[in-house]
Antibody
Framework: EVQLVESGGGLVQPGRSLRLSCAAS????????MHWVRQAPGKGLEWVSG????????GYADSVKGRFTISRDNAKNSLYLQMNSLRAEDTALYYC??????????????????WGQGTLVTVSS | QSALTQPASVSGSPGQSITISCTGT?????????VSWYQQHPGKAPKLMIY???NRPSGVPDRFSGSKSGNTASLTISGLQAEDEADYYC???????????FGGGTKLTVL
């Protein structure tokens, strides 16, 4: 059974940093692209960042480019999101999501077939 | 404002069919066959229902179908059931630097 478990969320002041983690199990992690998708309270979904199966291609939404860094450790079956210079508008539930097609890049060609339950990030003073 | 436009809400009675539209541009929906649809129940994670315009993942009932015409993609649910009541989001590949765009979501109410 595919499982994605996010952690690392919490309350943080504007301008500070936070690192999210996603622990994956139930599939061959290093065969699939992985993504972070967020959802602000009461709002819709927003793709944040994606990373290919081998970390060879990485992409970011314009809203987080230069502030967030995605990475993965295939030996640990884990995905990460380093979030710096956090803003109030980054407040959201952050989901980790798995790409559908094996050996795919991070791009929108690859839909998200499994999602974690999310970790809440609140940016407030 | 979301990159893809969806109606805020749709409704239907049990057994009926409904269609949710998702309108984009030639840079996303109209230019590529990489449209996906996700179902999200309150407090739950999204679930992939349709990918590449009309493909259903294993386990998704065939009551759910997808199509596309020009810059507009559509999700049709036939034989509506109470458990179909949820929010539905479309997404598409886009040639912009973001590569992935979502619609604003549609709340489906089963009357």
């Amino acid at each position: 059974e595919v499982q994605l478990v996010e952690s690392g969320g919490g309350l943080v002041q504007p301008g500070r940093s936070l690192r999210l983690s996603c622990a994956a199990s139930g599939f061959t992690f290093d065969d699939y692209a992985m993504h972070w998708v967020r959802q602000a309270p009461g709002k819709g979904l927003e793709w944040v960042s994606g990373i290919s199966w081998n970390s060879g291609s990485i992409g970011y939404a314009d809203s987080v480019k230069g502030r967030f860094t995605i990475s993965r450790d295939n030996a640990k079956n884990s995905l990460y999101l380093q979030m710096n210079s956090l803003r109030a508008e980054d407040t959201a539930l952050y989901y980790c999501a798995k790409g559908l097609h094996p050996r795919s890049g991070y791009s929108g060609y690859d839909p998200f077939d499994y999602w974690g339950q999310g970790t809440l990030v609140t940016v407030s003073s | 404002q979301s990159a893809l436009t969806q109606p805020a809400s749709v409704s239907g009675s049990p057994g009926q069919s409904i269609t949710i539209s998702c309108t984009g541009t030639s840079s996303d929906v109209g230019g590529y066959n990489y449209v996906s649809w996700y179902q999200q129940h309150p407090g739950k994670a999204p679930k992939l229902m349709i990918y590449e315009v009309s493909n259903r993942p294993s386990g998704v009932p065939d009551r759910f179908s997808g199509s596309k015409s020009g810059n507009t993609a559509s999700l049709t649910i036939s034989g509506l059931q109470a458990e179909d009541e949820a929010d539905y989001y479309c997404s598409s590949y886009t040639s912009s630097s973001t590569h992935v765009v979502f619609g604003g979501g549609t709340k489906l109410t089963v009357l």
